[in-house]
């Protein structure tokens, strides 16, 4: 069974600081998804990735497979960037469901 | 942008009551699932449907749960005699093939009292 353990847990930032979450899984897996859960409780998805590197606009996500390890950054950070962030392993095959990580809280300061 | 829809948002039930929870996934995706987020904890795995038939499920998903898909277009979660403990958040989730992302909907609150 894999194990997701995400840090920090909290996280409170001035806006336009540089922001690193992280992330680190004990089984192998297909995929890292990087999700985004706003106080409302919807859920969206940011990144699926199962090698090196992606980006989208102000958030960039990273993974490295040999040390079962991933990270989420945003840049510039902002207000609306506030929400919980959330990494979930993929074992791949479809049918597997996701395991979730606890989320980070993250709060931005304007 | 396509969204995988779901109904109610909210519901209140009665201990032991049957509960329906309804989806209807993206139109060309083939593999649906539901998740269960439980008040401040982390979002859990219930079921994956593919092929219109039941793919994976959890230890959660005994046999008060059920799912559906009854017209090719909805995907319904029942409970049959809901208990106080299964009070949370429902997620409904779609996506196109395995190496593609999720869609989630945005999410049932189930209360029981």
């Known amino acids: 069974k894999n194990e997701v353990e995400q840090s920090p847990q909290n996280l409170t930032a001035q806006e336009g600081e540089f922001i690193t979450i992280n992330c680190s899984y004990s089984?192998?897996?297909?995929?890292l998804h990087w999700l985004q859960q706003h106080p409302g409780g919807g859920i969206v998805s940011l990144f699926m990735?199962?090698?090196g590197k992606k980006k989208h606009g102000r958030l960039i996500a990273t993974i490295n497979i040999q040390e079962k390890h991933s990270s989420l950054h945003i840049t510039a950070s902002h207000p609306r960037d506030s929400a919980v962030y959330i990494c979930?392993?993929?074992?791949?095959?479809?049918?597997?469901?996701?395991?979730f990580g606890k989320g980070t809280h993250l709060i931005i300061q304007p | 942008e396509p969204e995988v829809t779901q109904t109610p948002s909210h519901q209140v039930t009665q201990m032991g009551q049957e509960v329906i929870l309804r989806c209807v996934p993206i139109?060309?995706?083939?593999?649906f699932y539901w998740y269960r987020q439980i008040l401040g904890q982390k979002v859990e795995f219930l079921v994956s449907?593919?092929?219109?038939?039941?793919?994976?499920k959890s230890e959660i998903f005994d046999d008060q749960f059920s799912v559906e898909r009854p017209d090719g277009s909805n995907f319904t979660l029942k409970i049959r005699s809901t208990k106080l403990e299964d009070s949370a958040m429902y997620f409904c989730?779609?996506?196109?093939?395995?190496?593609?992302?999720?869609?989630f909907g945005s999410g049932t609150r189930l209360t029981v009292v």
């Open positions: 449907f593919y092929n219109n038939e039941i793919s994976e």
């Open positions: 089984v192998g897996i297909s995929a």
């Open positions: 990735l199962s090698s």
């Open positions: 989730a779609s996506r196109k093939g395995q190496v593609y992302g999720y869609t």
């Open positions: 139109s060309n995706h083939l593999y």
């Open positions: 979930a392993a993929d074992s791949g095959g479809g049918a597997d469901g996701l395991t």
